[in-house]
């Protein structure tokens, strides 16, 4: 597509409950990033893919994050266990080359309650 | 670690005058790329306008353009007649050639258009 989709636009979850979120590129784009924008505003990177291959995944607590792309179907960003910290909006965002411009797409927005 | 500061967390303008948005940043790296980024209440981000580093002339889109300074690692944001629809968070953030691709965002600054 012509658009970064992101689904869903919000979600709600208790502490301890799983969260999948996903991300479907611009058609012909390689490089996948995602972030995490907390409630003071700033940006966290989380993990960068390069088609199906992890290429940063410098920013993710390893512990209950994890993040997959595979041929053929949207990213997808996942939190087991999520705690109240996890409240944030995440967003995805793709580029055709690696230090091209990253367009961004709506976001999900996660609380955990 | 390279950093991007904005030392302005609110500024206001008036709507058709021109406000300038600073940005400074600090890295050892002498090849990146520079972005802002306008974040309305939607919350979705839009590319403002995109500096490569090698490129000594300052980029311009319409009314938004950049002021450059490489030694000084200072990437301001100037808006010129400004209007209502450019009230929103502008993000500053840096590429660097080695850092495999991500974005380091600033702090951010909120600009409000008075009518």
């Known amino acids: 597509g012509e658009e970064v989709a992101q689904t869903p636009k919000h979600l709600v979850r208790g502490e301890g409950q799983k969260a999948k979120l996903y991300c479907a590129p611009i058609k012909g784009h390689s490089y996948v990033f995602w972030y995490q924008q907390v409630l003071k505003n700033e940006f966290k990177f989380l993990i960068s893919f390069q088609n199906e291959n992890v290429f940063d995944e410098t920013g993710m607590p390893k512990e209950r994050f994890s993040a997959k792309c595979l041929p053929n179907s949207p990213c997808s960003l996942e939190i087991q266990a999520t705690k109240l910290e996890d409240s944030a909006v995440y967003f995805c965002a793709s580029s055709r080359y690696v230090q091209e411009t990253q367009y961004f797409g709506p976001g999900t927005r996660l609380l955990v309650l | 670690a390279q950093t991007v500061t904005q030392s302005q967390p609110e500024m206001s303008v008036q709507e058709a005058e021109t406000v300038t948005l600073s940005c400074t940043y600090d890295?050892?790296?002498?090849?990146?790329?520079l972005f802002w980024y306008k974040q309305p209440p939607s919350r979705q981000m839009i590319l403002v306008i995109r500096?490569?580093?090698?490129?000594?002339q300052n980029a311009t889109e319409n009314r938004f353009s950049v002021n450059f300074q490489k030694a000084a690692k200072s990437f301001s944001l100037k808006i010129s007649d400004s209007q209502l629809g450019d009230a929103a968070m502008y993000f500053c953030a840096y590429c660097g050639s080695s850092n495999t691709g991500k974005l380091i965002f600033g702090q951010g600054t909120t600009l409000q258009v008075k009518p």
């Open positions: 890295t050892s790296e002498s090849d990146y790329y």
């Open positions: 500096q490569e580093a090698y490129k000594q």
